[in-house]
């Protein structure tokens, strides 16, 4: 039986140990046995830890995580497989700690409950002491180098950074730690040459010349009609990107995933609804003229749970649609990119890109991302249609990159 004090203390610089770990072949925690119930019969590989500096070590059971769990302002997240936390045990800092994992990022004030498993008996008096701490002790996730990326990529197109697929499809930076052993990235892409960016915009003027950012105009979201003429509340309405600045990989079911912006809807959208949303251009002049053609391009990827089934059409004043009527139908993962091209008849030279949504089954909690992208007068441009016929998975077109070391 091992003891303590049969520890180099060179090595434990001080601390007691508390009992060791049986690691997996992969690297990962098979159990963590306690010092004095460690009896091996045969040679067995171990990873020393630490015991607690007060009380002894307790960690808390993934199955009670977040059974009450809500965010800043007060809503239940316990039953949203979108902020579904998960657990795992690991070694830290030679501690055995329990990591949890949001798949979003969480605001201050969001607050949720842990179980421990451990018994407790009537009538003792129990101190927990928590030690907790943010873990950004993993590898560092390294992408692809340029000289690794082979193919044409046309249209100007060029790769302007990576992303983790799914669960939000999280931009890629220095600072990106990974965790899992297996995960999938793919590469998102400057827009196509051609296409309308930010112009004449007076605040922030550093938002010039960057790509347009859908429904910017937040609370332009009208005439949000549903059946029998009843109308919805803009409140449930939602846009997860600052104004100006696209936030969120949005694949196109091409290949050529963009930054776009997140919108949804909290709540069960019914089949039927209808609502007209804007994205603003310009402060300055304006950019969409009437008697010429305009061809708009969409990505959209469902975030969301349910399915979604609508349709678009442009349009450039009140209700009044015109051009042709676009499908979308997204099973959650999917996305797809799609085109439109119309010339507008009625109302004025407008400042904004406007689409108009038809909803053709209900979905509840809308979560889609888009990007959007106008290429104005496009009769007299030659753009390569870069449209997919059909939606595809968001994982379709990557590999499996496997970041983690084999020390």
């Known amino acids: 039986m091992l003891k303590p004090t049969d520890f180099d203390e060179s090595t434990t610089g001080g601390r007691t140990v508390g009992g060791v770990v049986l690691p997996n072949e992969g690297g990962s925690i098979k159990s963590i046995i306690p010092l004095n119930d460690f009896c091996p019969l045969e040679e067995t590989e171990i990873v020393p830890y630490f015991a607690p500096e007060k009380g002894d070590l307790a960690l808390y059971a993934s199955g009670s995580l977040g059974d009450h769990y809500f965010d800043e302002n007060g809503n239940d997240l316990s039953k949203n497989i979108d902020y579904?936390?998960?657990?795992?045990?690991?070694?830290?800092?030679?501690?055995?700690?329990?990591?949890?994992?949001?798949?979003?990022?969480?605001?201050?004030?969001?607050?949720?409950?842990?179980?421990?498993?451990?018994?407790?008996?009537?009538?003792?008096?129990?101190?927990?002491?928590?030690?907790?701490?943010?873990?950004?002790?993993?590898?560092?996730?390294?992408?692809?180098?340029?000289?690794?990326?082979?193919?044409?990529?046309?249209?100007?197109?060029?790769?302007?950074?990576?992303?983790?697929?799914?669960?939000?499809?999280?931009?890629?930076?220095?600072?990106?730690?990974?965790?899992?052993?297996?995960?999938?990235?793919?590469?998102?892409?400057?827009r196509m040459n051609g296409t309308q960016n930010l112009v004449g915009i007076t605040n922030p003027a550093d938002s010039n010349g960057k790509p347009l950012v859908f429904g910017n105009e937040q609370g332009n979201c009208k005439p949000q009609r549903v059946v029998n003429g009843d109308v919805t509340?803009?409140?449930?309405?939602?846009?997860?990107?600052?104004?100006?600045?696209?936030?969120?990989?949005?694949?196109?079911?091409?290949?050529?995933?963009?930054?776009?912006?997140?919108?949804?809807?909290?709540?069960?959208?019914?089949?039927?609804?209808?609502?007209?949303?804007?994205?603003?251009?310009?402060?300055?002049?304006?950019?969409?003229?009437?008697?010429?053609?305009?061809?708009?391009?969409?990505?959209?990827?469902?975030?969301?749970?349910?399915?979604?089934?609508?349709?678009?059409?442009?349009?450039?004043?009140?209700?009044?649609?015109?051009?042709?009527?676009?499908?979308?139908?997204?099973?959650?993962?999917?996305?797809?990119?799609?085109?439109?091209?119309?010339?507008?008849?009625l109302g004025g030279a407008n400042k904004n890109i406007m689409v108009y949504f038809f909803f053709n089954e209900e979905v509840v909690n809308l979560k889609l991302g888009v990007s959007v992208n106008v290429v104005l007068d496009s009769a007299n441009k030659n753009i390569e249609d870069e449209t997919a016929p059909t939606p595809q998975t968001a994982i379709s077109k990557t590999d499996i990159i496997d970041n983690r070391r084999e020390d």
């Open 233 to 345: 509340s803009n409140a449930a309405f939602y846009g997860a990107a600052s104004r100006f600045e696209n936030t969120v990989a949005v694949g196109g079911g091409n290949g050529f995933a963009e930054l776009g912006s997140e919108f949804g809807y909290n709540g069960t959208l019914v089949k039927g609804a209808e609502f007209r949303y804007a994205t603003k251009v310009t402060d300055g002049a304006a950019v969409v003229s009437i008697k010429k053609a305009h061809t708009f391009y969409y990505n959209f990827e469902n975030f969301g749970t349910s399915a979604v089934d609508f349709d678009i059409k442009g349009v450039n004043s009140g209700g009044d649609c015109e051009g042709p009527r676009t499908r979308v139908c997204l099973a959650p993962g999917e996305s797809i990119r799609v085109s439109y091209t119309v010339t507008y008849n």
């Open 84 to 190: 579904k936390l998960s657990a795992e045990t690991m070694l830290s800092g030679g501690f055995v700690l329990r990591k949890i994992t949001a798949p979003r990022e969480l605001n201050n004030g969001t607050n949720f409950r842990a179980v421990t498993p451990q018994p407790r008996v009537s009538g003792r008096v129990y101190v927990y002491h928590y030690d907790v701490k943010t873990t950004e002790t993993g590898e560092k996730l390294v992408v692809p180098a340029a000289a690794q990326v082979t193919g044409t990529i046309p249209n100007g197109r060029t790769i302007e950074g990576w992303y983790i697929v799914g669960n939000g499809n999280r931009i890629v930076d220095e600072n990106t730690v990974i965790w899992d052993r297996e995960l999938t990235i793919a590469p998102y892409f400057s």
